[in-house]
């Protein structure tokens, strides 16, 4: 262990305050989704080089206790395969932090209630159609029907709010968006409109295959009347309301109009690689010095050489942006 803690901000070289960590609690996943890997998988991690909850836990007090990090998302691949993931939250929970997840929704009509009681406040579904024949088309899986109560059973969880992501793709399923607009009314959950980014993992994203935030809520609000709420501030989705009262929606425009200048987030990959941006193409390896015997002043001084070197923004649209050579998957979404 390190010795005296001094509580300090992680501030980048371009002013932003880190105050979100997403980790990634695995890179397997029980779905596969086009936009994200192929068909057959990818190579998984050996269960070796993935960070036990330990592990997990000493990184993430480092940020909570000695950089003053606000909130934790858990991430995937899909977080609910990882085995025994209540016990990791309870952990988690023990911090103090906003602690929230991305998931699929598979399974949580079995485990929604016990994730709620470990500590676990908030949940994004992860859903990009409501047909079952282009559900099982875009994630290769029949599993529409259990992500459906999967979503009932967070609400009836008490997961607050509960909110559903949903990647949009033209071409694919932008016939929808109305439609998962009013599912998301009348499910009494918020739905946030994703623009396709260049993460999948067959590289075949291309720019015409976007669909922008404003032709997203151009489209709702010839059916549904809206109003801009105030701006997201770090927050990564815009958000609208309803005039009719019905909740709001969000949209996260992460090409057309990108949120880099209020980003205070930064990923933990799940072999415990530290990464600054979801596109960064460099990661600051903070297995190793745990497992070499490092102490707690070593994982700081890495951190904040990390977050020294975080860009201005992901340079998406610009001759020089370079791909990252992972997929979401791989990442954590």
Request: charged letters at 30%; hydrophobic letters at 40%; proline letters at 4%.
């Amino acid at each position: 262990m390190g010795g005296d803690v001094v509580t300090e901000d992680l501030v980048d070289p371009f002013g932003r305050v880190i105050r979100d960590l997403r980790i990634s609690v695995t890179d397997r996943c029980n779905f596969r989704c086009t936009y994200c890997m192929p068909a057959e998988g990818l190579e998984w991690l050996p269960r070796s080089e993935v960070l036990s909850f330990e592990e997990i836990h000493r990184v993430s007090r480092i940020f909570v206790e000695r950089f003053g990090v606000e909130g934790i998302r858990l991430t995937g691949g899909e977080p609910t395969v990882r085995a025994n993931l209540p016990r990791l939250i309870s952990q988690l929970s023990g911090l103090g932090v906003d602690l929230a997840m991305t998931t699929n929704g598979a399974t949580l009509r079995n485990n929604a209630e016990e994730l709620r009681s470990a500590g676990l406040r908030r949940i994004n579904i992860s859903l990009d159609t409501l047909h079952v024949d282009r559900f099982e088309q875009m994630t290769r899986r029949n599993e529409l029907a259990n992500v459906l109560a999967g979503i009932d059973a967070a609400v009836t969880a008490g997961f607050s709010p509960v909110k559903i992501n949903t990647v949009i793709e033209r071409g694919v399923n932008d016939d929808e968006i109305v439609d998962l607009a009013r599912f998301g009314r009348e499910r009494g959950v918020e739905v946030r409109f994703i623009e396709f980014m260049p993460l999948d993992a067959t590289g075949h994203w291309a720019n015409d295959r976007v669909v922008g935030q404003d032709e997203i809520v151009e489209r709702i609000s010839e059916v549904f009347p809206l109003e801009q709420m105030p701006a997201r501030g770090a927050a990564p989705a815009d958000r609208w309301r309803y005039l009719d009262g019905a909740g709001t929606v969000g949209v996260i425009p992460s090409v057309t109009k990108p949120f880099c200048g209020d980003c205070d987030r930064v990923r933990l990959t799940a072999e415990g690689q530290f990464r600054t941006c979801l596109f960064a193409t460099d990661e600051f390896d903070l297995r190793e010095i745990m497992r070499s015997g490092g102490d707690d002043d070593a994982l700081a001084e890495r951190i904040i050489a990390a977050v020294g070197t975080k860009w201005a923004g992901h340079q998406i649209n610009r001759v020089d942006f370079i791909r990252p050579n992972r997929s979401m998957s791989q990442i954590g979404g």
